[in-house]
């Protein structure tokens, strides 16, 4: 698979045209699953194959434009798959769009406090639950959104597969130093998409595109 | 909250969520998205759809987009490398022929100066085409617009365009350009409502061009500019000189990036929405809605 990455990179047609064809029913079902999650968030009247198909060519031109610097980023070596590298690309992208998009779930519930998260109390009724529950639907599809695909695999590996720190060493091929240094990195991100939300915004956020996280 | 917590919650709920969408769609959907189900798997996916429009919708979405979206995104991503690509370096300078009556010292002397003096004019006839900084919008004024009673139209309410009235087109960078330099514009003309293919515009209208770039167009509808009656949209390409793209170049590039199976409106609005686009050697903007009618204007 790298080598055909690597052939499609130097602007060999037939190994482009294969990889489109090999990650094609990738993107298309990690946006269709995104989106189908999500589907609340869809402006009323569009048609969900449509939205597929228009953002899966948008996965695309992300992975190819400005010369495929996001595909470039990809590394077999780091344990993530070329087909998850994209997958990932791709579920942000569905993010992004949703974030954007006419529906702006953000500005309509900017209301989320660190003490809110707090509480999933004993004693919190189930109103108060479900609200704390979609809070942090909401920052999770914020990490989501902000962190590269190597970010998101360092997550999942940490905090959603909740593996040691030699399983992560390795399962992703990083020394240490550098699992340590993810997860501050994924620690202050969460902190200040959380202030975000809260309406604390401090500086201008940048994005993943601007070379963060 | 600790912010390992914290996390350590956003884990909990990835995994919940994760399960959830296994349990909803399993492996046979990505099967389905591939093309590779059993007989068996496709008739059971099938009966599902056929069980609620929900689960229509999910197979629709998941239903293999197919060799031509395939080649839709080829043709799209090779139309970006075009657009992003270096500019191709300045040819080799052609040694300038010398009279034979020259001695050979004075062709040896005399040669390497005119080569020097060659190689800089051919340096400057050939400079690489720097790419236009800024991004484009167009307005347009003249017509007419629709009226209510007498009451003044909304600001939206198209342009209307007789035989005899003034059309003008103002197109100008977003912000100005780091190099303004030479541009060179090309027009197409699309429907408002339909996706068909761009059409060039003719006969080719002559625009006034700035030094800063801005190019403008003062025509008399029916004269300078002829454009059938209906409900149209004006794309102006402003470019570097040689650099103007075809039709089909625009067409792609303006349906890659935005909905591809909207209207010509629905791209143009999501064109004027846009941000900054990045710097290219072509950059195209598209005016409102406006309408042209075989009266003349009222």
Not at chain 1, 123 to 140: F, K, M, N, T
Not at chain 2, 235 to 254: C, D, F, M, Y
């Amino acid at each position: 698979m790298a080598d055909l990455v690597r052939r499609a990179l130097a602007g060999d047609p037939t190994a482009l045209n294969r990889l489109v064809a090999l990650l094609t029913p990738v993107v298309q079902a990690r946006v269709a699953r995104t989106l189908w999650a999500h589907r609340s968030r869809l402006a009323g009247g569009r048609v969900v194959r449509q939205e597929v198909e228009d953002l899966s060519q948008d996965v695309f031109l992300d992975l190819f434009s400005r010369d495929a610097h996001v595909l470039r980023d990809w590394q077999a070596e780091r344990g993530l798959s070329l087909e998850n590298f994209v997958g990932l690309v791709a579920e942000r992208k569905v993010l992004s769009f949703l974030r954007s998009g006419r529906r702006n779930p953000w500005k309509e519930d900017t209301s989320f406090t660190a003490e809110e998260l707090e509480m999933e109390t004993p004693d919190s009724g189930p109103e108060e639950i479900a609200a704390g529950r979609e809070h942090l639907d909401l920052l999770l599809d914020r990490l989501r959104e902000e962190l590269t695909p190597l970010g998101r695999w360092l997550f999942e590996l940490l905090f959603v597969q909740d593996l040691s720190l030699n399983e992560v060493r390795a399962a992703s091929g990083l020394s240490a130093d550098a699992v340590y240094a993810w997860r501050s990195r994924l620690r202050s991100l969460a902190r200040k998409l959380q202030a975000e939300m809260s309406g604390n915004t401090g500086p201008p956020r940048k994005t993943w595109k601007d070379g963060h996280v | 909250m600790n912010e390992d917590r914290l996390l350590g919650e956003l884990g909990d709920l990835a995994r919940q969520e994760g399960e959830a969408g296994k349990a909803r769609f399993d492996e046979r959907w990505d099967r389905l998205a591939a093309g590779t189900l059993t007989a068996e798997e496709e008739a059971e996916l099938k009966a599902l759809a056929d069980s609620s429009p929900e689960m229509r919708e999910a197979y629709e979405a998941f239903r293999p987009l197919g060799a031509d979206f395939q080649a839709r995104v080829v043709s799209a991503i090779n139309a970006e490398r075009t657009a992003d690509a270096p500019q191709p370096a300045p040819p080799e300078p052609r040694p300038l022929p010398f009279p034979s009556v020259f001695r050979r010292i004075e062709v040896w002397v005399g040669g390497a100066a005119a080569v020097a003096a060659g190689a800089a004019v051919v340096f400057f006839l050939y400079r690489p085409a720097l790419p236009l900084s800024s991004g484009y919008e167009a307005s347009l004024d003249g017509g007419f617009k629709t009226d209510r009673g007498g009451e003044t139209a909304p600001s939206d309410t198209p342009r209307v365009f007789g035989p005899g009235s003034l059309f003008t087109l103002n197109v100008s960078p977003k912000q100005p350009l780091k190099d303004p330099g030479e541009v060179r514009t090309s027009v197409y003309l699309s429907s408002n409502a339909g996706r068909e293919d761009l059409s060039p515009l003719r006969p080719e209208p002559h625009f006034r061009i700035a030094e800063t770039g801005s190019v403008s167009l003062e025509a008399t509808m029916g004269k300078e500019i002829r454009i059938p009656p209906g409900d149209w949209i004006l794309w102006t390409v402003v470019a570097r000189p040689g650099r103007i793209p075809k039709a089909s170049e625009v067409q792609t590039h303006l349906r890659a990036k935005r909905y591809q199976h909207g209207s010509w409106h629905a791209v143009c609005a999501a064109l004027r929405a846009e941000d900054n686009p990045q710097p290219a050697l072509w950059q195209v903007a598209c005016t409102p809605d406006f309408r042209v009618e075989d009266q003349p204007a009222r």
